[in-house]
């Protein structure tokens, strides 16, 4: 059956319920539906050839692929036979492909030469950078005169090569990326529970659990194919319970039995109260618990300071509601948890992922069939980022303080071990940018990522990229705010224009092929890294070149190297196997070369101190454990119970500043809109940045829906038009991926989220805490209209009529087709 959908006004696409599998080792019965949409009125018929590939405008990883006409890129289409979305496709990824085509592509070098950036050649721009770099070398400590800040939308191979050349060819720490605004609480809890990063489970867990707990995850926006299995479930037969927890009124509040509205910044104490209820209730496995964990005293001792009477005053719900939520917890068979921003970018974020660790670890709910826990990432390639070894880990998901690990390294790249940098622990994005500020960073190379609206406190960093003293190099797609401010401007290859392979959030490793030429001069990014290695001419310990490879499946068949042994080994995987037609899973090998559903199945862990990627930390405090103190607990490859009490908020509203900020995202727009701003639908759907507020708050400061309101902190202001929605009262929401100034509208008002957030971060997982900064808000002048903010996918308005004009229409409309392959 084929149908034709607006997939702006209906994102989630039609139904296709489904009830879970008779027995758990049956397969999926989720059923197939192909979407897809053509430019130009084309048919599936018209197409000239497709090429295979998976999407990157957010972390699903879902099989796609690429309809190429006259060597152009025309459309997409779901791949049925994908594990990961059996057709389905995001409605960013049905229409972000057209950012390919926009005229204001980069295609020539920039250098900035009297304070303009104009175009040269890549000889030039090259040569300035490497003339620098070997005049930084030259001096004693040179190597921490280099910073890289990278993306989590590159490939694998880009990844593995730029990790490479910063910690083999330059030797330096100073290598991190916008992965740790996004997700590095997701690693950080994984590590901190597990021993190593790595998702214990799978999203075919969707299909056998029995309840869906979703902790800070607004799963509706940010992982729509996700969601949309997920609606299956509930669609059909013996439907999963499902618990939101966020403190607006999403899609998923909507659909969840039960809605946590909390306060922001009470995470930990929530999940402190849950694990009281189901303790204190007999809710827990206590054999399980005694045989795969360590630390249940000291958390049963945390959680009996967490009744609910106290959780439900610090969170700011109903006791009932809390109760209700740990009675569907504490009585269902099979749990799964999916943890996202909510949890990671607020206050106390890695010890509250842990805390949700805890629930499942107290449960015995980790490692079958619909057990499973997805401590999420937010962009397609983060997983990458982190296993390659292109952010703070080392690659192959080693630890940067065991010595065996470093000698490995050592011995695969033929350097010696003193060029590796394990001193100290690798350096996050937030002290980059601090020794850029302070000097000690001369060169900061930034790829595919825009730090100028995506970090915190924007004045302060947009002063640090502008610094004389600092060359900055930006390689992305298009004159970005960052990319304005940079030295030398490299022209990237897009997604569709290059071959590699990333990982989604299970550990499906997918290929994508190069389906049509970059534009004009534009390289891909591990050209420019190789180029770049060869112009430095990197050297072995014996004298020979670092890096000989010469294209991408050249690094593959190294990085399958590196990975060998470790918890992410790829050595089973190959460029033709995942040609087939759908990703496969890590850990997978020659001896296992379906790959590995779900991690822990035997209740053992990589907590060994001979295997894991890290000895731990003081949760509260974010200091290092020593080899000794790890070892000393004998953790047996048992899990970690965390203990830890909740506290306040490093900033809550005062007088001055009586409301709390929010940061997040939409459903039609991703990161800092570099792409998705580029596709008519996805921006006329939600076109500007717009303010969130309840309808008390609104009241209280005179502002009725439409109005032009001015959101102040203590750091800096943006204007917006107010949107009056069910958001918990006192909080304010504002997206973050409008930047905060255009290129040719320079004196338009502020209008980035990010004007507002604070320099503050996880002690463990060094993310910054974008979801807890007070604010006020003032009224600046009446409204013309609703404010331009999407209605589906988004909080619900109070006012019916707050559904812009701009949603939808028949430029927007996709096929669908359920119960097989499309013709």
């Known amino acids: 059956m084929s149908s034709t959908v607006d997939r702006i006004a209906e994102p989630w696409g039609p139904r296709t319920p489904y009830g879970p599998p008779a027995r758990p080792a049956e397969p999926s019965t989720w059923p197939v539906r192909v979407d897809c949409f053509l430019a130009d009125g084309l048919a599936e018929s018209d197409v000239d050839r497709w090429a295979q590939s998976a999407a990157v405008l957010h972390s699903n990883g879902d099989g796609l692929d690429i309809a190429v006409k006259d060597d152009r890129i025309v459309g997409v289409r779901g791949r049925a036979v994908d594990r990961v979305n059996h057709g389905r496709v995001d409605p960013k990824d049905l229409y972000g492909w057209q950012a390919n085509h926009s005229a204001d592509r980069l295609t020539t070098p920039l250098i900035r030469d009297g304070g303009r950036l104009v175009e040269t050649d890549w000889d030039t721009a090259m040569g300035r950078i490497v003339d620098r770099s070997k005049r930084l070398l030259e001096h004693p400590g040179g190597w921490g005169r280099f910073g890289f800040h990278t993306s989590g939308q590159l490939f694998l191979e880009e990844y593995y090569a730029l990790g490479v050349i910063g910690k083999a060819g330059l030797g330096t720490p100073h290598m991190d990326g916008n992965t740790r605004l996004c997700t590095a609480t997701a690693a950080a809890a994984l590590k901190a529970s597990f021993g190593t990063d790595g998702q214990p489970g799978s999203y075919t867990d969707v299909d056998h659990c029995d309840a869906i707990a979703l ?99 610090i969170c700011g719900i109903a006791t009932r509601d809390l109760e209700a939520a740990a009675e569907i917890i504490g009585s269902c068979d099979r749990l799964l948890s999916t943890v996202l921003q909510g949890f990671y970018q607020s206050n106390q974020a890695t010890a509250a992922s842990c805390g949700v660790n805890n629930l499942h670890l107290l449960r015995g709910m980790i490692g079958r069939p619909g057990a499973g826990i ?9 997983q990458n980022t982190r296993e390659a070894g292109a952010d703070g880990d080392l690659p192959g998901m080693r630890n940067w303080d065991n010595r065996e690990h470093i000698e490995q390294l050592a011995r695969l790249w033929n350097v010696d071990p003193i060029q590796i940098p394990h001193w100290a622990p690798p350096t996050h994005a937030m002290q980059v940018f601090r020794y850029a500020e302070q000097g000690s960073i001369e060169l900061l190379w930034i790829s595919g990522t825009n730090p100028a609206v995506s970090m915190p406190e924007l004045s302060r960093i947009r002063r640090i990229l502008a610094k004389a003293d600092l060359m900055v190099v930006v390689q992305d797609l298009f004159l970005s705010e960052t990319a304005a401010l940079a030295d030398v401007v490299l022209p990237a290859a897009g997604w569709g224009e290059k071959l590699g392979t990333f990982t989604s959030v299970d550990r499906t490793v997918h290929l994508s092929e190069q389906a049509v030429d970059p534009p004009g001069d534009a390289r891909s990014d591990l050209d420019i890294f190789l180029d770049y290695a060869r112009r430095m001419d990197f050297r072995d310990r014996d004298g020979g070149p670092l890096i000989t490879w010469t294209g991408p499946e050249d690094v593959f068949e190294a990085w399958k190297a590196c990975s060998a042994g470790r918890p992410c080994d790829y050595t089973g995987i190959t460029y033709d196997r995942l040609r087939e037609g759908s990703g496969i899973q890590w850990p997978c090998t020659p001896q296992h070369p379906d790959g590995t559903e779900r991690l822990y199945t035997d209740g053992v862990f990589n907590t060994d101190p001979d295997f894991c990627e890290t000895y731990g930390h003081d949760l509260p405090t974010g ?59 996805l921006h006329d759907a939600a076109p500007d940045v717009w303010v969130e507020i309840s309808p008390d708050d609104a009241a209280a400061a005179g502002v009725a829906e439409g109005d032009l309101v001015r959101v102040e902190s203590a750091r800096g202001a943006l204007e917006a038009p107010a949107r009056i929605s069910r958001i918990r009262p006192g909080l304010v929401f504002v997206p973050f991926h409008y930047g905060s100034w255009d290129v040719d509208d320079a004196d338009r008002p502020a209008r980035a989220a990010n004007e507002l957030t604070l320099t503050a971060w996880d002690p463990v997982s060094k993310q910054p805490m974008f979801k807890v900064a007070a604010v006020q808000i003032t009224k600046v002048a009446d409204g013309t209209g609703p404010a331009p903010a999407p209605t589906l996918g988004a909080s619900a308005p109070v006012a019916a009529d707050a559904v812009p004009a701009t949603v939808g229409g028949p430029g927007a409309r996709a096929t669908s087709t359920q119960g097989g392959l499309t013709t």
């Open 215 to 313: 902790w800070g995850h607004n799963v509706a926006e940010t992982q729509t194919v996700l969601w949309m299995r997920m609606l299956d479930r509930r669609s059909g037969p013996r439907p999963p319970a499902m618990i939101a927890v966020d403190p607006r009124t999403t899609a998923v509040a909507q659909e969840a039995d039960v809605h946590l509205a909390i306060r922001n910044g009470t995470n930990l104490a929530l999940v402190n109260g849950i694990a009281h209820l189901l303790i204190t209730s007999g809710r827990i496995d206590e054999s399980y618990v005694h045989a795969h964990t360590l630390g249940f005293d000291a958390l049963e001792q945390v959680a009996a300071d967490h009744p609910p009477a106290r959780v439900a005053e």
């Open 623 to 681: 200091a290092a454990h020593t080899e000794e103190q790890y070892r000393a607990k004998e953790p047996g490859g048992r899990a970690f119970l965390h203990a830890v009490s909740y506290e306040r908020p490093p900033e809550t509203p005062d007088d001055d500043f009586p409301l709390l900020l929010t940061t997040g995202r939409t459903l039609y727009q991703f990161h800092t809109r570099t792409k998705t701003g580029r596709a008519a639908q």
């Open 374 to 382: 997805y401590q999420m990432n937010g962009q397609p390639t983060a």
